[in-house]
Structures are given as structure tokens and as C-alpha cells.
């Protein structure tokens, strides 16, 4: 009898091993917050200000990525429960439910320490009505301070300056006010402008890494891999220069898969030979990662480009970068441009743009059950991008972080079967027809 096959261990590349310390380093921060004196912020990830925050020397603590973590360490399904045993409806995000439910056991960190209470809320709102229940919840909660950045929704598809000067004086007259209020420091704008060009440093080489999947093969996943690549820009190191450096080993990383002609780096090593081109909308399911990532490299499928990566911003599509010659309006503008908050005929636009400039086969849809930010208008979108481009497109369901929501055999049968239908469409098999 042969012994049974023992998982590969994959070597961390030294971009990893940095953002795993940075991520560390955060949460121990984070948690020594009663320790050092600093004061916290709770914010989200969608057009968070974490270059203003770091103005006045706060912590930023995002309820978001607490919640994935959790979802990722297979931790939220218990904590969701005892959300809905306090009264939280089946249908609400996910996301809000594991934070709550995670508080609700004394909210504890990754490293096995309580996290700290914020002393201020910051809610720069972006597309999601779901952010300001949370929030009315977490100050039920913690009755802290709480400071509401209100973003209009482009609803006719582009930033007008009406909005942007809407957002700037919001950011003068209430969030900086607030900030200096709980922190006790007063405003640098100098400091803030130094900030803001790390930033667009960092953004440089990110965009740069996210573009190089127009190679074939991919040297990366943009969807399964992108997920880490967008931690720094997206959360608590946009603005520093750890945040720079991260960017810099990645694309040295990137160039040098690219040299050698090889694809992306799988949970088990090296992906074997690429076979399908995706382009995909929506978010990944968190509690079954692995799983639902080994669906795809097991049959050669590489995301050259995904949506979700563009959550926090989107910096690829057109060319934002945050400007320290503007600062506030700078920040304004990234508030605005978030995927999230650009109207349905843009999110088509793009992802039709992607469809074409990384020659994807075709696009895939991950409804997620509780998140109507992304979910609202994709089966229009499947609709519509078919009929443009005429590349097969399917649609899948998963949950965030809720492990009730994930069905491995459902999911693989309707990938296999798109699958199958990219390669009828290739063969010359006629007009696509949807796997749903």
C-alpha cells in the first residue's frame, strides 16, 4: 500500500513574508493600543482615509478584514450563529454578523489578545447602505465618537466637482475636526502630502503587478492571488513606506516569473499549464478559500482580471493615483471612484475592457447571497457582456464569510460545465449558452 501524498509545502517569497509581518505588526499595535496611549480607528475598506489617519498618529482597525480573517481561519460560522441568536435576520451581510457575533466572545485578535475599543468611528460611505447600519451598531456597542463622510454615488458615471467639493468640505469641517478632537494632534497637511505621494509610489508597482497577467501564461491570479496582493494599498499601509517596499518585492517577484515563463503561484506550488482566461465579478468566498482556488488551477482556469480587486479602489482602469499637489480633492476623488460606487453601465464598461485587454475567454459571477452591493444588476451584467463580446459568461453562488453558503459539488459542476462551454465556444460551437 502506497503512502498517502503529503500536501506541498509552498516556500513563502520574500513579498509574503513581509506582508505577514506588516499584518502582525498591525494587530499587535492594534491590541497595545491601551499600553501605548494611541488612539484607534474603526473604518472600512472602500474609500478609507488611511493616509488622513495616519495624520494624527491613529491605529486603524477595519471590521471588514477582521471579519475575513476570521472567515479564512474557519472561525465566522460560530460567530455568525450567535449574531442570529441575537436577532440578526438570515439575510444580513455576513460580514456584519461575524463582527458582531466576534464581540460578542470579547473580539480577539490573530494574536490571541483582545482587540482594543475604537475611540472613533470613521465611515467614509461608498455604495454600500449595509456600512451605516453596521456602524449604528458598533456605536450601540461601544458609544464612541462617531464621524460620517457622506459619498455621493455616481449614479450618471463620473466624478462632478459639485461632488468632489461636496466631499472635501465633509472632510474639513467634520472628519478632521473629529480627528484632531480624539487624537489631541492638530492637522499637518504637509504630513498628509507625504503620505499621499507613498501612496502613489506604491500604486505605481501595484498597478504594475496587476497588469502583467496581459503575459501569457498569467504569472499571477488576479482574483485567488490578487485577493493578497491588494491588502497593503487597500487597508492599514497605504501611505507608508512598508507599503512601497512590499510593492517593489512583488513586481521583483513578478518580472522574474515572467523571465521564466511561468504561471502563478498556487496554494500547491506551481500552477501547471494555462488553459482558460477568466475575468471575474464579485467576491471570493472566504471560509472555503482553498477549496474554491484548487477548483480552478486544478483545471489550468488563471483570473487575469477580477472586480473585486478594484473594491478599494481602481487604480488600473483609469489611472487614479493619489496626488499630493490636491490633497483633500485627492482624497475626495478616491472616495468617488471606488468599484462600488460607479453605476452599472461603468462596472460593464470595465469589465469588458478587461475581457478584451487580457484576452479572456469569458467572465464568471460570484453571486454572494448577502452582499447587495456587488450582487444587485450582475445577472444584467452577465446579459450585457455577453451580447457585447460574445464570450461565454456564468454565474456561480457563494457566501462571504457564512460556511452554510458554500457547496463545493454545486459550485465545481457549474464551473466544470463552463468550462466546457468555453471549449465548445472555442470549436466553433455557436452562440454561448449561460451555466446557472
Known sequence: MSAAKQPTEVVKEPSML???????????????????????????????????????DMLNNLPEINAIQNGMRKQSGKMIADAEKMGLSEDVCTYVKADLGHMAKGAIAPNGKPMPVPDLLLLSYTGCFTFMKWFELLRDQ?????????????????TTDNMRQYVVKQIKEE???????????KFDIDRLRENLKNSAAAEENFVWVLQSAKNRPSPI??????????????????GTVDAIEYYKLLRHEIEQRIAAGKGP???E???????????????PNWTSFRDFWKMF??????????????????????????????????????????????????RVKMIETYLEEYQADGLLINSIKSC???????????????????????????????????????????LESYFQMVDQKRHGGGSAHRAA
Open 18 to 56: 513581509k506582508q505577514k509581518a506588516m499584518i502582525a505588526d498591525n494587530y499587535d499595535k492594534l491590541t497595545g493600543a491601551g499600553e501605548s496611549g494611541r488612539k484607534v480607528a474603526a473604518t472600512y475598506v472602500p474609500g478609507n482615509l488611511n493616509e488622513l489617519l495616519m495624520c494624527f
Open 142 to 158: 461601544y458609544g464612541c465618537r462617531t464621524a460620517m463622510l457622506h459619498v455621493p454615488y455616481e449614479g450618471d458615471g463620473e
Open 175 to 185: 472628519v478632521i475636526p473629529a480627528l484632531e478632537e480624539v487624537s489631541g494632534v
Open 221 to 238: 491570479d488576479a482574483y485567488f492571488g490578487g485577493v493578497f496582493y491588494i491588502g497593503p494599498i487597500f487597508t492599514a499601509f497605504r
Open 265 to 267: 503561484v498556487t496554494p
Open 269 to 283: 506550488g506551481e500552477m501547471g499549464e494555462e488553459k482558460y482566461r477568466l475575468v471575474v465579478e464579485g467576491p
Open 297 to 346: 488551477y486544478d483545471d489550468g482556469a488563471v483570473v487575469v482580471a477580477s472586480t473585486y480587486t478594484k473594491v478599494g479602489g481602481v487604480y488600473d482602469y483609469d489611472g487614479f493615483r493619489h496626488d499630493p499637489a490636491r490633497p483633500l480633492e485627492s482624497l475626495a476623488d478616491y472616495c468617488l471612484g471606488c468599484y462600488t460606487n460607479r453605476n452599472l453601465p461603468e
Open 372 to 414: 447587495n452591493s456587488f450582487s444587485a444588476g450582475q445577472l444584467m451584467i452577465m446579459r450585457e457582456i455577453e451580447n457585447r463580446t460574445g464570450k461565454p459568461a456564468a454565474f456561480i453562488e457563494t457566501d462571504l464569510v457564512d460556511p452554510r453558503y458554500f457547496s463545493p459539488a454545486n459550485v465545481k459542476n457549474r
